[in-house]
C-alpha cells in the first residue's frame, strides 16, 4: 500500500522530481533519497515514475507532544548557570579598579556621611561673630531667636520658631537652631576634649529644656572637620511621656567646634518630633557651617 504522494514505480535512479536540470534522486520504492546527484556515467536513469492521486485526506491527527529530555533539562540548566556565572565575572573584571595586581580594597567610613548641603547659591546665612561661626537662614517660617539666654553659652545667636505656644510649666516649646561660645563651665580644655566637653553639655540640655522624665538614644557622637576645624557631634534622640506636651520627643544635635579662640563655638539643633520632616535640616544645616 503506498501513502499520500507516493510513486508506485520500482526502484532505482529517476529525474529530480524538483525539476533541477540534470540532476537524480533515488527512489527505492517508498520515498525519495535526500542527496541528488547528477546524471552522469554509471548512473542508469529511468523513466520518471507515475505518481498516484493523493487519497482524500482524513481527520487531522494530533501531533504528539514532545517528550523533554532529562539530559536537555540539564544542560539548558547547565548552561543557564554558566551565563549567569559569566554574567558575574565579567560584572567584577569591569568593576574592578585598575592598577596593580592585587585587590584593592576601600576603607569604610569612620562614622554616618553628613549630607552634603543643599542651600542654593546666595542663601542668607546668619553670621555669628561671637562665636566665630556662620550657618545657613533656614528661610520662611524661621525667625531670629530673640527668647533669652542659653545657659550653655556666653551669647546667643540663631533662629528658631514655636511649636506649642504654652506648656504645663508655663513656657513655650520650639525648634531652634542657635549658636554661641562655650560658657566657661565647662572648662574646654582645647581639641583634644572637645568629645568629653560636648558629652557635658549634652548633659546639661537634657536637663535644662525638656519634660522629665525621659529617655535618650545616641544617633552620633563622632569627630568631624568643619571648614578644615576639629570639632565633634553629639546627635541624640529624646522620648517622653508627659502630659500636657504636644511633643512626645525631640532629635537634637550639639556641634562643638574649635575655632582657634578662648572659647569653641556651640551649635544647637533641635527639631519636635511634631515637626519630624523637618529631621533632615540637622546634616544640611551641619554641611554648610563656616568658620570665621
Same mark, same amino acid.
Given at each position: 500500500?503506498?501513502?499520500?504522494?507516493?510513486?508506485?514505480?520500482?526502484?532505482?535512479?529517476?529525474?529530480?522530481?524538483?525539476?533541477?536540470?540534470?540532476?537524480?534522486?533515488?527512489?527505492?520504492?517508498?520515498?525519495?533519497?535526500?542527496?541528488?546527484?547528477?546524471?552522469?556515467?554509471?548512473?542508469?536513469?529511468?523513466? %520518471? +515514475?507515475?505518481?498516484?492521486?493523493?487519497? #482524500?485526506? =482524513?481527520?487531522?491527527?494530533?501531533?504528539? &507532544?514532545?517528550?523533554? /529530555?532529562? *539530559?536537555?533539562?540539564?544542560?539548558?540548566?547547565?548552561?543557564?548557570?554558566?551565563?549567569?556565572?559569566?554574567?558575574?565575572?565579567?560584572?567584577?573584571?569591569?568593576?574592578?579598579?585598575?592598577?596593580?595586581?592585587?585587590?584593592?580594597?576601600?576603607?569604610?567610613?569612620?562614622?554616618?556621611?553628613?549630607?552634603?548641603?543643599?542651600?542654593?547659591?546666595?542663601?542668607?546665612?546668619?553670621?555669628?561673630?561671637?562665636?566665630?561661626?556662620?550657618?545657613?537662614?533656614?528661610?520662611?517660617?524661621?525667625?531670629?531667636?530673640?527668647?533669652?539666654?542659653?545657659?550653655?553659652?556666653?551669647?546667643?545667636?540663631?533662629?528658631?520658631?514655636?511649636?506649642?505656644?504654652?506648656?504645663?510649666?508655663?513656657?513655650?516649646?520650639?525648634?531652634?537652631?542657635?549658636?554661641?561660645?562655650? %560658657? +566657661?563651665?565647662?572648662?574646654?580644655?582645647? #581639641?583634644? =576634649?572637645?568629645?568629653?566637653?560636648?558629652? &557635658?553639655?549634652?548633659? /546639661?540640655? *537634657?536637663?535644662?529644656?525638656?519634660?522629665?522624665?525621659?529617655?535618650?538614644?545616641?544617633?552620633?557622637?563622632?569627630?568631624?572637620?568643619?571648614?578644615?576645624?576639629?570639632?565633634?557631634?553629639?546627635?541624640?534622640?529624646?522620648?517622653?511621656?508627659?502630659?500636657?506636651?504636644?511633643?512626645?520627643?525631640?532629635?537634637?544635635?550639639?556641634?562643638?567646634?574649635?575655632?582657634?579662640?578662648?572659647?569653641?563655638?556651640?551649635?544647637?539643633?533641635?527639631?519636635?518630633?511634631?515637626?519630624?520632616?523637618?529631621?533632615?535640616?540637622?546634616?544640611?544645616?551641619?554641611?554648610?557651617?563656616?568658620?570665621?
Amino acid at each position: 500500500m503506498t501513502g499520500a504522494g507516493q510513486s508506485s514505480a520500482p526502484a532505482g535512479w529517476y529525474p529530480d522530481p524538483d525539476g533541477t536540470p540534470g540532476m537524480v534522486r533515488w527512489w527505492n520504492g517508498i520515498s525519495w533519497s535526500d542527496v541528488t546527484t547528477p546524471a552522469g556515467p554509471g548512473v542508469a536513469v529511468q523513466a %520518471a +515514475p507515475v505518481h498516484l492521486p493523493a487519497p #482524500p485526506a =482524513g481527520p487531522p491527527q494530533p501531533t504528539p &507532544a514532545p517528550r523533554s /529530555s532529562g *539530559r536537555r533539562t540539564a544542560w539548558a540548566v547547565g548552561l543557564s548557570v554558566l551565563g549567569l556565572v559569566l554574567v558575574v565575572v565579567i560584572g567584577l573584571l569591569v568593576g574592578r579598579p585598575s592598577g596593580g595586581g592585587e585587590d584593592q580594597e576601600v576603607a569604610a567610613p569612620e562614622g554616618p556621611a553628613i549630607t552634603a548641603p543643599t542651600f542654593p547659591p546666595g542663601t542668607v546665612r546668619i553670621v555669628d561673630e561671637a562665636a566665630g561661626i556662620a550657618y545657613p537662614f533656614l528661610g520662611d517660617g524661621w525667625y531670629e531667636y530673640d527668647l533669652g539666654v542659653v545657659l550653655e553659652t556666653t551669647a546667643v545667636a540663631g533662629q528658631f520658631f514655636t511649636t506649642q505656644d504654652l506648656t504645663p510649666d508655663g513656657g513655650t516649646f520650639i525648634a531652634q537652631c542657635t549658636s554661641g561660645p562655650l %560658657a +566657661p563651665e565647662f572648662a574646654y580644655p582645647g #581639641p583634644s =576634649g572637645l568629645q568629653s566637653t560636648l558629652g &557635658a553639655v549634652a548633659d /546639661s540640655v *537634657r536637663a535644662n529644656y525638656y519634660p522629665s522624665p525621659n529617655e535618650r538614644q545616641v544617633l552620633r557622637d563622632e569627630g568631624l572637620t568643619v571648614d578644615g576645624t576639629p570639632a565633634h557631634l553629639f546627635e541624640f534622640q529624646l522620648s517622653w511621656d508627659v502630659e500636657g506636651y504636644d511633643a512626645t520627643g525631640e532629635r537634637a544635635a550639639l556641634l562643638l567646634v574649635d575655632v582657634g579662640r578662648s572659647a569653641p563655638a556651640l551649635l544647637y539643633l533641635s527639631i519636635p518630633n511634631t515637626h519630624a520632616e523637618l529631621y533632615g535640616v540637622i546634616d544640611r544645616v551641619i554641611g554648610a557651617v563656616e568658620v570665621l
